[in-house]
C-alpha cells in the first residue's frame, strides 16, 4: 500500500523528521557560530505524543521509513523515547537517524538496544585536524571508537557521509583515505556535495566542488557503479569486489538528482516540506494535538502532494526557505 504520490509519479515511503534544531556542533557549512535561537519562531519542538501521531498517520498512508534527524537528534533528552515510539507504537518499519556522533562512543550500546535500523554518521574527514577545523570539535577518535563499539555489538547498517570541500577534503590522498577504512570496514562512504543554503554563500563559493572530482577517483580506481532499482532514492553507489564497503555520491546539483526523490520532510516545530528546498511547506501541527485528527491530517498530507514541485531548482541559485539545513535536516 503505497498512499503518498506525486503529480509526476514519484512514490514517497520515507520520511525525514527533524526533531529540533539544536546542535552541538559548529560545522563551517551548517551552523559556523553554533546553534542560535530563532527569536522569529518561539514554537516549541515537536512534543513526542505528536511524533507519535504523525508517525502512525504516516505509516497508515504508506511510509514504511523514518528518519530522525535535527539539528543534532541525540542532544534532545527524550531521544530514545522517541526511538522506541517510532519504532515499536506507531506502525512505521525502519528506524533510522543521522547523527554527527557526539558521545557515539557512550552511546553505541543504548542505540544498539533502542532497536534502530541503521545510523548514518556525518564525518567530513579522517584527518583529525581537518575535522576539528570544520566542526570546531576535536572529537574524530571518539566517534571513530563509537562506529567501532557499534560493530562489536553485531550492528551493520552503519553508512557515513561527508560533505565534500575544495581544498579541504576533496584530494586524492582524502579519497585514498577513506578507501582504506572501508576496505575491510563493511561501511558505506558517501560525498554529499555542498548546497547553497541561505545563510552560508560566502562558504559556498569558497568550498563547493562538483562531485565529478571524486567520481573520476572512483573511475580511475575501478569502482563499479551500481544500478540501482526505480525507488532507490538519490545516492549513486559504487562497488569493487576487493572492498567491503561501498562509496556513494549525492550529488544535488546534478541534472536528474529530483527525479529519484522518494522523501518528504518535517521539521522540528511540525511543518510539512514537499522539498528539502524550495517554498512549499505547510504546518500540520494544529492535526497532531488528538488521535481523533487522524483522518483529516491523512487528508491534508494527501492534498499537499500535489503542490510537489519537479525540482528545487538549485542550480538557479534556489535556496527557498532553507537558512541552513539544521532546521530541515539535510
Ligand atoms: N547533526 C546531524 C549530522 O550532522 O549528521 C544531522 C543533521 S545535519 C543537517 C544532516 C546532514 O546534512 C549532515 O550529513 C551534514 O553534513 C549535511 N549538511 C549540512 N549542511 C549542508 C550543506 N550546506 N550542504 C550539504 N550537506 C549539508
Ligand atoms: Fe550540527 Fe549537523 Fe549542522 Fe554540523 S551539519 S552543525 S552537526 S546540524
Redesign the pocket.
Known amino acids: 500500500m503505497q498512499l503518498l504520490q506525486d503529480s509526476f509519479g514519484r512514490k514517497f515511503p520515507y520520511i525525514r523528521m527533524s526533531i529540533t534544531d539544536v546542535?552541538n556542533?559548529k560545522?563551517g557549512?551548517?551552523l559556523p557560530n553554533g546553534y542560535q535561537v530563532d527569536k522569529s519562531d518561539n514554537r516549541k519542538f515537536l512534543h513526542l505524543d505528536e511524533i507519535k501521531r504523525l508517525a502512525k498517520c504516516f505509516s497508515e498512508l504508506g511510509v514504511c521509513k523514518i528518519r530522525i534527524?535535527?539539528?543534532?537528534?541525540t542532544v534532545r533528552k527524550d531521544f530514545f523515547d522517541i526511538v522506541k515510539v517510532l519504532k515499536f507504537e506507531s506502525g512505521i518499519k525502519k528506524v533510522v537517524i543521522?547523527?554527527?556522533g557526539y558521545h557515539l562512543d557512550q552511546k553505541a550500546k543504548q542505540l544498539v538496544d533502542s532497536g534502530l535500523n541503521g545510523i548514518?554518521?556525518?564525518i567530513?574527514s579522517l584527518d583529525r585536524e581537518t575535522f576539528k577545523n570544520i566542526t570546531n570539535h576535536d572529537r574524530l577518535p571518539e566517534i571513530l571508537q563509537g562506529i567501532k563499539n557499534l560493530q562489536d555489538l553485531g550492528f551493520e547498517n552503519i553508512k557515513i557521509?561527508?560533505?565534500l570541500l575544495n581544498g579541504v577534503n576533496a584530494s586524492e590522498k582524502d579519497f585514498n583515505k577513506w578507501s582504506e577504512f572501508i576496505k575491510n570496514n563493511k561501511i558505506d562512504y558517501r560525498y554529499?556535495?555542498?548546497?547553497?543554503?541561505g545563510d552560508?554563500l560566502d562558504y559556498?563559493n569558497k568550498y563547493h566542488v562538483s562531485s565529478k572530482v571524486f567520481k573520476d577517483y572512483l573511475n580511475k580506481n575501478k569502482w563499479i557503479y551500481q544500478t540501482l532499482g526505480k525507488d532507490a532514492g538519490p545516492s549513486l553507489n559504487y562497488i569493487n569486489p576487493d572492498y567491503k564497503g561501498k562509496f556513494g555520491i549525492i550529488a544535488p546539483y546534478s541534472k536528474d538528482f529530483c527525479k529519484s526523490c522518494n522523501r518528504l520532510r518535517i521539521t522540528s516545530r511540525g511543518d510539512l516540506r514537499l522539498c528539502l528546498f524550495g517554498n512549499t511547506g505547510i504546518s500540520i501541527r494544529h492535526l497532531l494535538q488528538k488521535d481523533e485528527q487522524l483522518e483529516e491530517l491523512k487528508d491534508l498530507i494527501l492534498k499537499q502532494m500535489r503542490f510537489k514541485k519537479e525540482s528545487h531548482y538549485l542550480e538557479l541559485g534556489e535556496t527557498g526557505l532553507t537558512k541552513?539545513?539544521?532546521t530541515?535536516?539535510?
Open positions: 546542535c556542533f560545522c557549512y551548517c534527524t535535527g539539528g543534532e537528534p543521522t547523527t554527527n548514518n554518521i556525518s567530513d557521509n561527508g560533505v554529499i556535495e555542498l548546497m547553497r543554503t552560508n559556498f541552513n539545513l539544521s530541515t535536516g539535510g
